[in-house]
C-alpha cells in the first residue's frame, strides 16, 4: 500500500499494519480534557460514480478496504447507519478485536462500537443478530411522531430508542447531539446514499473517508450520496491518500 499522507509519512511500498491505519486514521485530539463531536463518513465508489453493484457494496470493494473499513469501526464509538442499508447489507453488530482492545481501553471506549440506525418508521427485523447478539445495545434514532407500537417492540427487542427529531423524521444535528449526550464523540457513518446526503446537506459531516474502486458498472446504482442538492456545494480538503491495486483511499475534511 503506498502512501500519500498521512502528513510527515513517506511513500510506503508495502502493506500498513493495523497500528499504522489506526494511527493515520486517527480521530482528531483532545483539547482541554474535552472532545467535540466529529463525524467521519466511510464510503466506496466506482470510478463512474456507483455506490453499490446489485444494491450491495461488497462487490465493489476489496481486501484492503475492508481493513480499513474494521479499522474505522475499531476507532468509533458508535456506527450510524440508514435503515434500508441495515436490510439491504445484512448489517451485523460490530465485533471486538482483540488488535485494538488496548488502544480502546485507553481511549475509555467500550470493547465494540455501537450500532446506530437511522430510522422513521422503525420497520425492522428484530430477528438480525444487531438486535439478538450485539455487544453493546443497538440503538435506533428516530422521530418523536414514531408509532408507539413500535417502539415498544424495538425496545422488547433490546434496542435503546432515542429521540433525534420532532416529527417522523431525525435531524442530522439532533442525532449528533443525542448521540455526544449518550457519550459517543467519535461518530462513523457508513450510509446509505440518502442518510450521507442528509448529513452534508445538514452541515454535520467532518469527514469523508472514500475509497475509488478500479471498476466500472454502468446501470443507475446510486451515488455515495442522494437526496436534493445543497444551495452551495460543500467544500472539502484532501487529508491523505493511499493506493493498492489502483484502489485509492482517500480522506478528506470539511474546510
Known amino acids: 500500500m503506498d502512501a500519500g499522507g498521512p502528513p510527515g509519512a513517506g511513500a510506503v511500498d508495502r502493506e500498513w499494519s493495523l497500528a499504522e491505519l489506526a494511527a493515520a486514521y486517527a480521530y482528531p485530539d483532545r483539547t482541554n480534557g474535552r ?27 476489496s481486501a484492503s478496504d475492508m481493513r480499513i473499513f ?3 469501526r475499531a476507532l468509533a464509538d458508535v456506527v450510524l447507519v440508514g435503515a434500508e442499508t441495515v436490510r439491504q447489507e445484512g448489517y451485523r453488530p460490530a465485533r471486538a478485536r482483540a488488535e485494538f482492545a488496548a488502544a480502546r481501553e485507553a481511549a475509555g471506549q467500550g470493547e465494540a462500537a455501537a450500532i446506530a440506525i437511522v430510522s ?3 420497520e425492522l427485523d428484530y430477528s438480525l443478530p444487531l438486535f ?38 431525525v435531524d442530522p444535528a439532533r442525532a449528533v447531539q443525542a448521540l455526544a449526550g449518550l457519550g459517543h464523540t467519535r461518530l462513523l457513518a457508513e450510509g446509505g446514499p440518502r442518510l450521507l446526503g442528509q448529513l452534508v446537506a445538514a452541515g454535520v459531516l467532518d469527514e469523508l473517508c472514500l475509497t475509488i474502486s478500479p471498476m466500472l458498472t454502468v446501470g443507475d446504482a446510486q451515488r455515495i450520496s442522494g437526496g436534493p442538492s445543497v444551495p452551495v456545494p460543500r467544500h472539502f480538503e484532501l487529508v491523505s491518500l493511499l493506493e493498492e ?8 475534511h470539511r474546510s
Open 35 to 61: 472532545r467535540e463531536s466529529w463525524l467521519r463518513a466511510n464510503m466506496v465508489s466506482t470510478l463512474d460514480g456507483a455506490a453499490q453493484h446489485d444494491g450491495r457494496s461488497q462487490p465493489i470493494s
Open 70 to 72: 474494521g479499522t474505522l
Open 132 to 169: 439478538t447478539s450485539p455487544l453493546v445495545p443497538t440503538l435506533i434514532l428516530t422521530g418523536a411522531a414514531a408509532a408507539p407500537d413500535r417502539v415498544a417492540a424495538a425496545e422488547k427487542a433490546g434496542a435503546r430508542v432515542v429521540v433525534a427529531g420532532d416529527g417522523m423524521g
Open 120 to 122: 422513521a418508521s422503525l
Open 245 to 252: 491495486a489502483g484502489f485509492l483511499f482517500s480522506r478528506y
